[in-house]
C-alpha cells in the first residue's frame, strides 16, 4: 500500500516562561507512523495530548523541533503550498470570518482553490443556507461551513480535528456517509477526536496518542475484539470480590449484585471461577473502546 | 493574491471610509472657517506672538509658519501638523494589527494558511491591501481640498497638495510597515497595536524633548515627526530628501523583517 502520511521521530518542544524560568514543554515527543491510501485513520487522546500539534505540523502552521513528516511523498514545510491543493482540513474549533456571509467563504476559497460544483452539492446534502453571515450561525451551522470548506475541493486527503463536534446524530450520520463514500473513491482520511463511538464507527486504524508520545497504533477491530472484554456477572448468593482479582483483569467495578469485570486475553479462568458461583445473570462483551482507551492511559 | 489583496480591503471598508469622511469633514471646516481667520488677521497675529514660543514648540510647530496671509499655512498649522498625523496612525496601526495578529487571535488565520498560497503572498497581499488604503485615504482627505476650496471661493495651490501627499504617504506608509513587522511578531492584535502606539508616542517626545534642549538636539533623528515636515510640503511645496529615505527605508526594512519573520513562526491560533 502506498502511504499517504509518514511520520518519522516527530518532536515539537515549546518554551514557556515559567515561575522557575523558561520551561520546555513536550508537547509532542517522537512519535512515527504512516497512514496509507485509502484508510481512515483515528488519532485519539484527551485534551492536551497533543493531537493538534501534530495536525498543525501536518498543515505546516507550526514546524517540528526535530524528524520529519511526508504528505504524498513530499516534505510538509518545502511543499506546503501544492500540497495544500491535495489536502482538506478542518480545524478543531472553526473560526471563519464573522461579517462574511457562507456563500462569500465559498467564493474566496474557491478563488485561491479554483471552482468546484460540488460546494451547491454539499450545501444541498447538509441542508445548509450560505446566505447569512458567520456570525448569525449557530454552531452546527459554522461546523457545517467548515466542512462544506474543507471537503468542496474533493480532496485526495481530508485532515480534520473533531469533524463532527456540535452536529446533531443525524447529520453525524450524513459525515460519515459521505466519509463511506470518499474512501470508496481512495481517498485518505486522517481524523482528530476524543469521541470514541465515532472513531469505532468510521476509522479502520486509530493512534493513540499519550503526553506527546505515541502508545499503540491497532486496527479498530483488534482493539475491540482482541484485546479487552467485559464481563458482567450478577450473583444469587453472597461473593468475594477479592477472588477475581487476578492476573487479566484489569478493572473490577462494582454492581449492586454482582460486578463487572474488564479482562485482558484468555478469560477461562474467570468463566472457571464464576462457575463455582451460583449466577443470577451473565453477560460477556467485547470492550467498548472506551475501555481500551481507558486502558492505554491507565498503564502506559 | 489579487483575491486576498481586494478581500482584506473589503473587510476594513468601513474603516477606511469613516477615517475618510472624517477627515474630509475636518477638511470642510477648515476650508469654511478660512475666510474669516484671513479678515482678521492682523488681530491673530497680534495674539500669536502674545504667546510664549514654547507653547507652538511643544507641539512641534513653528511660530514662523502660523501665518493666516494664505490658505496653505493656514491649514498646515490647524490640519496637517497634529489632527492629520493622528487620524492616519491611528488609522494604519488599527489597519496593520487587525491582519496577521489580528487573524490569529480570531482564529481566521488557519483557513487562509490551509490553502495553496505561500506565506509571502499572504503577507504581500495584506501589504499591498494596506498600501492600497492609504493611498486612498491620502488622496479623500487631501485632495478634498479642490472641490471644498471651489465651493467656498478659497484659493488654493494644487502643486502643494501633490507634495503634502506624497509625504503623507510616505509617513503612513512608514508606519503602517512597523505596524506589519509587529502584527507579525505578536498574536495578538493589542500587543501589536500598543506597541506601535508606544513607539510613535516615543517618537513625538523625542522630537519635542529634542527642541527644547541643544545637548539632546541630535536625538530628533530617531523621530519621524522630524521627518513628517508638513510646513516644508504644504507651504513650501519642497521634501527633505533624506525624509524620503528614512521613511522608504524604515518601510522596506520593517517590511522584509515582517515577511521573514512571519514565514518563519509557529502560527496557533
Same mark, same amino acid.
Given at each position: ?102 456563500? /462569500?467563504?465559498? #467564493? *474566496? ?5 479554483? !471552482?468546484?460544483? +460540488?460546494?451547491? =452539492? ?117 461473593? /468475594?470480590?477479592? #477472588? *477475581? ?5 484489569? !478493572?473490577?467495578? +462494582?454492581?449492586? =449484585? ?43 | ?269
Amino acid at each position: 500500500m502506498t502511504n499517504i502520511i509518514e511520520i518519522t521521530d516527530l518532536k515539537k518542544y515549546f518554551s514557556s516562561l515559567g515561575t522557575r524560568g523558561r520551561d520546555l514543554i513536550k508537547a509532542v515527543d517522537g512519535i512515527s507512523f504512516q497512514v496509507e491510501k485509502g484508510e481512515v485513520f483515528g488519532f485519539l487522546g484527551p485534551n492536551g495530548a497533543g493531537k493538534t500539534t501534530v495536525i498543525r505540523c501536518f498543515m505546516d502552521f507550526i514546524r517540528p523541533t526535530a524528524g520529519n513528516i511526508k504528505i504524498f511523498g513530499d516534505d510538509a514545510h518545502q511543499e506546503s503550498v501544492s500540497l495544500n491543493k491535495r489536502i482538506g482540513y478542518l480545524p478543531g474549533n472553526v473560526q471563519l470570518y464573522d461579517k462574511w456571509t457562507g456563500q /462569500e467563504h465559498i #467564493d *474566496f476559497i474557491e478563488r485561491l482553490k479554483g !471552482r468546484t460544483r +460540488d460546494a451547491k =452539492d454539499l450545501i444541498k446534502r447538509f441542508d445548509f443556507d450560505p446566505h447569512r453571515k458567520f456570525k448569525h450561525y449557530s454552531s452546527g451551522n459554522k461546523q457545517k461551513l467548515g466542512l462544506i470548506l474543507a471537503l468542496m475541493h474533493q480532496p485526495e486527503l481530508i485532515i480534520m480535528d473533531e469533524p463532527t463536534l456540535g452536529l446533531d446524530p443525524l447529520l453525524q450520520n450524513e459525515i460519515y456517509d459521505i466519509f463511506d463514500e470518499m474512501q470508496e473513491r481512495g481517498h485518505t482520511i486522517f481524523v482528530s477526536s476524543h469521541n470514541l463511538p465515532e472513531v469505532q464507527r468510521i476509522c479502520d486504524r486509530v493512534g493513540i496518542i499519550k503526553e506527546g508520545k505515541l502508545v499503540g497504533i491497532e486496527t479498530v477491530s483488534a482493539l475491540g475484539e482482541k484485546r479487552l472484554r467485559r464481563i458482567t456477572a450478577r450473583f444469587d448468593a453472597k461473593f /468475594e470480590k477479592e #477472588d *477475581f482479582r487476578f492476573d487479566g483483569v484489569e !478493572r473490577i467495578e +462494582d454492581l449492586s =449484585d454482582g460486578l463487572i469485570l474488564t479482562v485482558r486475553g484468555d478469560i477461562n479462568p474467570i468463566v472457571k471461577k464464576l462457575a463455582g458461583h451460583k449466577l443470577l445473570d451473565l453477560e460477556i462483551s467485547h470492550a467498548t473502546l472506551e475501555d481500551v482507551f481507558l486502558e492505554f492511559y491507565k498503564g502506559k | 493574491m489579487l483575491s486576498l489583496i481586494w478581500r482584506t480591503i473589503k473587510d476594513r471598508k468601513v474603516s477606511l471610509v469613516a477615517y475618510s469622511l472624517g477627515a474630509l469633514i475636518f477638511m470642510e471646516m477648515y476650508v469654511a472657517m478660512f475666510p474669516f481667520f484671513a479678515e482678521k488677521q492682523e488681530e491673530f497675529d497680534k495674539l500669536l506672538q502674545a504667546y510664549p514660543k514654547e507653547v507652538f514648540q511643544a507641539m512641534g510647530m513653528d511660530l514662523a509658519d502660523f501665518t493666516l496671509s494664505n490658505f496653505e499655512s493656514f491649514l498646515g498649522v490647524e490640519h496637517f501638523s497634529l489632527v492629520w498625523p493622528i487620524m492616519v496612525i491611528i488609522f494604519v496601526i488599527a489597519f496593520g494589527g487587525a491582519q496577521i495578529a489580528g487573524e490569529i487571535e480570531k482564529g481566521t488565520i488557519e483557513t487562509i494558511l490551509a490553502q495553496p498560497i505561500s506565506r509571502l503572498k499572504i503577507f504581500l497581499g495584506k501589504y499591498l491591501a494596506g498600501v492600497a488604503s492609504i493611498v486612498a485615504f491620502c488622496v479623500v482627505s487631501i485632495f478634498a481640498v479642490i472641490p471644498l476650496a471651489a465651493l467656498h471661493g478659497v484659493e488654493y495651490r494644487l502643486e502643494n497638495y501633490w507634495t503634502m501627499s506624497i509625504l503623507g504617504f510616505l509617513f503612513a506608509l512608514a508606519i503602517f510597515s512597523l505596524s506589519m513587522l509587529a502584527a507579525s511578531i505578536f498574536s495578538e492584535k493589542g500587543k501589536s497595536n500598543f506597541t506601535v502606539g508606544g513607539i510613535i508616542i516615543l517618537m513625538y517626545v523625542i522630537n519635542v524633548i529634542s527642541s527644547f534642549k541643544e545637548s539632546l538636539k541630535d536625538l530628533r533623528y530617531l523621530s519621524f515627526f522630524y521627518y513628517y515636515d508638513y510646513s516644508m510640503a504644504i507651504i513650501d511645496n519642497k521634501i527633505d530628501g533624506l525624509t524620503i529615505w528614512v521613511f522608504l527605508g524604515v518601510s522596506v526594512v520593517a517590511a522584509i523583517l515582517g515577511a521573514l519573520w512571519f514565514m518563519r513562526r509557529d502560527i496557533a491560533a
